[in-house]
């Protein structure tokens, strides 16, 4: 089991930043593949950006590259999404998740654990 709390959302304007957290529970964190989706109201979860278990390998939806970063620190079992130049459509609740051996996980059915997500809210 890895258990998976994430921090950082808030209320901000349109153009500023935010830096979400993920801190996960497990000493192996640092073989999991870590993902963030979001979910607005109404909507379904939508794939943000994955990172893989070194670092090394990221991957982001066209809607948030160039945008936003994901990053880990496997020392502190903790991965981030920074979020910069937000607007008002990012506004959802975010989730993180752990997945292991997946090539390209972009469906949330690819994820095993969950957070229990951070509102992020973009006004205009």
């Known amino acids: 089991q890895v258990q998976l709390v994430e921090s950082g959302g808030g209320l901000v304007q349109a153009g500023g930043s935010l830096r979400l957290a993920c801190a996960a529970s497990r000493r192996t964190f640092s073989s999991y593949t870590m993902g963030w989706f979001r979910q607005a109201p109404g909507k379904g979860r939508e794939f943000v950006a994955y990172?893989?278990?070194?670092?090394?390998?990221?991957y982001y939806a066209d809607s948030v590259k160039g945008r936003f970063t994901i990053s880990r620190d496997n020392a502190k079992n903790t991965v981030y999404l920074q979020m910069n130049s937000l607007k008002p459509e990012d506004t959802a609740v975010y989730y993180c998740?752990?997945?292991?051996?997946?090539?390209?996980?972009?469906?949330?059915?690819?994820?095993?654990?969950w957070g229990q997500g951070t509102q992020v809210t973009v006004s205009s």
């Open positions: 990172i893989s278990w070194s670092g090394v390998i990221t």
């Open positions: 998740a752990a997945t292991q051996g997946r090539l390209k996980p972009i469906l949330p059915g690819e994820y095993a654990y």
